[in-house]
């Protein structure tokens, strides 16, 4: 029996004597600027009104409307729901909200209405009640004998509007990945309905789950769903597009929601480097992608062949995932404090429902930044840390400024969308060997 203190057990002891790597060893970093194209939506208010409008030709005063809110951190989605709102109360009807994420906030009522709150939405802001429940009704059955499921609110609703943003999966590729059909079916279907669906993705695919699905909910709801509002991001995460989708037929929607899928894709930014040996992220969560970092950023997708990253070292949660690490199983590399961070219901209860339980996983759990960094360095072929391919950014939304290492300044200058904005400068540690 080993006669090592519990406590000496419990931390991980690498140095930098075993690692071969000084803190004066790691590479100087530089700050890159990327630049994308930048299209915005000038008035978003203006645009969810416009929008919205046709599809409420047929709502009658003093009918009940339910409207969907997202848990993700979607640019300017409370300003599209709030809208959404005015307009169905122009047209003499009740709007209400309903909280439309599957499992988020620990699957319970209360913990979507907060989850909603820290999106922007609550009943002051977008000026319409909130109706809150994990109850559901069945409205069909799969080809696989599976039950789909739709939020009773809604259902007892008079018409349906969903908002939400259209844009890449984490997870999947298809003719629409995640919008508008992914709302009505994980969204709309609350824990027990997401549940079912991501356990047939588990034998067939999930693009062809969401397609069956949406169809059997558009066409068996007993609300109608009068349309769709979607948003489109560009790649500072602001509102490029505001469109109006219609819901007259599941073709129709399909098609529409397809062709902004195309258009988000080309927005969607990326890492500029086919290569990198360390890629620091400083922060993740579902407010960032619902993977916690975007898989089609990092390369992790199903399917994708760049960029090729050696190792992941995450460093943090968002304050607005609030304690949900879904996704934390794509890093390699987490520092102790980040466990204190870990909400383990909510992050436990996503992957479960999800049915990707590797989401979850812990990494390799380094005591500081140096340690990591030590780890992270010795994962590659060369064994100069001088040479190292390192990228730092704050996360994977959030691309239009980095930190490269000098490894990667010649690929920098060759690319006419990227420029070198600030020299590089040697990493500061403080005397927890933390960055400084």
């Known amino acids: 029996m080993s006669s090592t203190p519990v406590a000496l057990r419990r931390t991980f002891g690498l140095d930098e004597r075993q690692s071969g790597i000084s803190a004066g060893d790691l590479p100087a970093l530089m700050r890159v600027r990327q630049n994308f194209d930048r299209p915005r939506e000038a008035d978003v208010a203006a645009a969810a009104r416009r929008e919205v409008a046709p599809f409420l030709a047929a709502v009658r005063p003093g009918q009940q409307i339910a409207i969907t809110g997202s848990s ?98 984490t997870g999947f590729t298809g003719r629409v990945e995640s919008g508008l059909c992914k709302m009505m079916v994980i969204g709309l279907g609350k824990q027990a309905g997401a549940q079912k669906i991501h356990q047939q993705g588990l034998k067939v695919e999930m693009r062809r789950m969401i397609l069956e699905a949406s169809r059997i909910i ?31 037929s599941h073709e129709a929607l399909v098609d529409e929601e397809g062709a902004l899928l195309e258009t988000a894709y080309g927005y969607l930014p990326r890492i500029p480097f086919e290569d990198v040996d360390t890629l620091i992220v400083d922060e993740m969560g579902k407010n960032v992608s619902g993977a ?62 999800a049915k990707r339980l590797a989401g979850s996983k812990m990494p390799l759990m380094a005591e500081n930044d140096l340690q990591a960094m030590q780890v992270c360095l010795t994962v590659r072929a060369e064994e100069d840390p001088a040479t190292a391919r390192v990228v730092r950014i704050r996360n994977t939304n959030l691309l239009a400024e980095f930190d490269a290492s000098p490894a990667l300044r010649d690929e920098v200058e060759a690319r006419p969308s990227l420029e070198v904005v600030d020299e590089a400068k040697p990493l500061r540690f403080d005397e927890h060997g933390d960055f400084a």
Do not use: C, W
Not at 96 to 125: D, K
Not at 126 to 145: C, D, K, L, Q, Y
Not at 220 to 243: C, I, M, Q
């Open 72 to 169: 993700r951190g979607i640019p300017n989605l409370a300003t599209a729901v709030r809208e959404a709102a005015a307009a169905i109360r122009d047209a003499g009807a009740e709007p209400f909200v309903v909280p439309g994420m599957g499992s988020h906030g620990g699957a319970t009522a209360a913990g979507q209405v907060e989850v909603l709150a820290n999106n922007g939405i609550t009943e002051e802001t977008v000026r319409a009640p909130i109706r809150s429940s994990m109850e559901v009704i069945r409205v069909g059955t799969t080809s696989t004998g599976f039950p789909v499921y739709l939020d009773r609110n809604a259902s007892e609703a008079d018409g349906i509007v969903v908002v939400n943003r259209v844009k890449p999966h």
């Open 218 to 248: 558009l066409e068996r709801s007993p609300a109608a769903f009068l349309g769709g509002l979607a948003l489109v991001d560009n790649a500072f995460k602001e509102t490029a597009l505001v469109r109006g989708v219609s819901m007259r």
């Open 292 to 353: 916690g970092m975007d898989t089609n950023v990092i390369g992790t997708k199903p399917g994708l062949e760049r960029p090729r990253i050696g190792a992941i070292y995450v460093r943090s949660l968002t304050p607005e995932t609030h304690g949900n690490a879904t996704g934390i199983g794509q890093a390699d590399v987490m520092p102790r404090r980040l466990l204190e961070e870990i909400d383990f219901h909510s992050t436990y209860m996503n992957t479960f429902t």
